[in-house]
């Protein structure tokens, strides 16, 4: 089967760029969960998540945004999520995080809102 | 009469998160057969899923020599799906309903994926029988013009 996940790190404007592909549910979450905290651990804590590969997403997906984005804000950084797709889009809303989260349509618009809102405030 | 219309449909997989990807595909199948709209083919897909990491995660805590059972039928009104297991069960009235931001600031998803489940289909009950059987069962209505 092909890998059904992947997550392709790169940066734009000294932020750190996490565009994922596949599906991110209760057997994937654990590589993105480690991404993240390797991210954070070295320092990288302006975080953009790019989903416009993405093709699913589950409760265990949400969870990885969930359990680090105090930690992260505290430090002064923050997750802003990008390219949702109208079916991953829906999981995002239904449970509010369209209020606790920046979702930006592309990059280019987070770049700016990082520079607008380095943190979102909740 | 109904019940000659009645489509039935049945998948069993060992107790393991790789197979929630087949799980899926089967209910998009399923979903779409019926002529549901993409979005509802996604809400079902999702809440099933929810179901099943449930069951392998927590019920089996990921014991893959057990197997989750998925049990579909389809009429002319709607998709009813049942999730059947014979591991631990719970008391779903026991699960925490607590805001997402409160479960954020307590660095938990606990309880996500049951919100999700009852958010995106019109019915959700539970049969629990701890260590014998315990079943989910779902159902989304079918809208069509």
Same mark, same amino acid.
């Given at each position: 089967m092909a890998n059904p996940f992947s997550i392709h790190k790169s940066t734009e404007e000294g932020l750190s760029v996490l565009a994922l592909e596949g599906y991110l549910d209760a057997h994937t979450a654990p590589e993105f969960e480690k991404t993240v905290q390797a991210e954070f651990q070295a320092?990288? +804590?302006?975080?953009v998540v790019e989903?416009? +590969?993405?093709?699913y997403i589950s409760s265990a997906g949400l969870g990885v945004f969930m359990s680090f984005i105090e930690e992260i804000r505290e430090a002064g950084g923050d997750i802003k999520i990008c390219g949702l797709t109208p079916k991953v889009y829906q999981v995002f809303d239904i449970l509010g995080f369209s209020a606790l989260f920046d979702i930006l349509p592309d990059l280019p618009a987070t770049v700016r809102r990082f520079q607008e809102a380095p943190v979102k405030e909740t | 009469m109904a019940w000659e219309r009645t489509k039935r449909f049945a998948l069993h997989v060992p107790s393991?998160?790789?197979?929630l990807a087949m799980i899926r595909d089967f209910v998009k199948s399923i979903g779409t057969q019926s002529g549901m709209e993409d979005l509802d083919v996604a809400r079902l897909e999702l809440a099933v899923d929810e179901a099943c990491a449930n069951v392998i995660e927590h019920?089996?805590?990921?014991?893959?020599s057990k197997e989750v059972e998925i049990r579909a039928s389809v009429d002319e009104t709607s998709v009813q799906i049942e999730v059947v297991d014979t591991g631990k069960g719970f008391d779903?009235?026991?699960?925490e309903q607590l805001k997402v931001k409160d479960l954020m600031t307590a660095k938990r998803s606990g309880g996500l994926g049951m919100r999700l489940m009852k958010s995106f289909m019109d019915e959700v009950h539970y049969e629990v029988q701890p260590g014998v059987k315990n079943e989910l069962k779902m159902v989304k209505r079918l809208n069509k013009g």
């Open positions: 320092g990288r +804590k302006q975080m989903c416009s +590969k993405l093709t | 393991s998160t790789e197979n019920a089996y805590d990921d014991d893959t779903p009235a026991a699960v």
